[in-house]
């Protein structure tokens, strides 16, 4: 079992950064496979984000590519996201998620752990 915990959302200009971060409960973080997703008012939850356990494989939606950057510090139990040149449309709640294994599926139905969700809001 694993419980996430997720910080750092916020109000902020366009333009501008926020760095999320997800705390994971249990000793067994290091083996699961974490992920960012989100989801804005009336659309369907998108992943953003991902990254293996080992950290050697990670992936970004296109439409963040070049702007978000996904870590991860096994030693910590934690999973960040350094969100950068923040648009309107990255507007939406950020959840953090989990799935045991190397994998990194782009569903959301893959991954079995979430977190409460954080908001972002990206002012024009």
């Known amino acids: 079992q694993v419980q996430l915990v997720e910080s750092g959302g916020g109000l902020v200009q366009a333009g501008g950064s926020l760095r999320l971060s997800c705390v994971a409960s249990?000793?067994?973080?290091?083996?699961?496979?974490m992920a960012w997703f989100r989801q804005a008012p009336g659309r369907e939850r998108e992943l953003v984000v991902a990254?293996?356990?080992?950290?050697?494989?990670?992936y970004y939606a296109d439409s963040v590519k070049g702007r978000f950057t996904i870590s991860r510090d096994n030693a910590k139990n934690t999973v960040s996201l350094q969100m950068n040149s923040l648009k309107p449309e990255d507007t939406a709640v950020y959840y953090c998620?989990?799935?045991?294994?190397?994998?990194?599926?782009?569903?959301?139905?893959?991954?079995?752990?979430w977190g409460q969700g954080t908001q972002v809001t990206v002012s024009s």
């Open positions: 998620a989990a799935r045991p294994f190397g994998a990194i599926p782009t569903i959301s139905a893959a991954y079995d752990y």
């Open positions: 249990g000793s067994t973080f290091r083996s699961y496979a």
């Open positions: 990254i293996t356990w080992s950290g050697g494989r990670t």
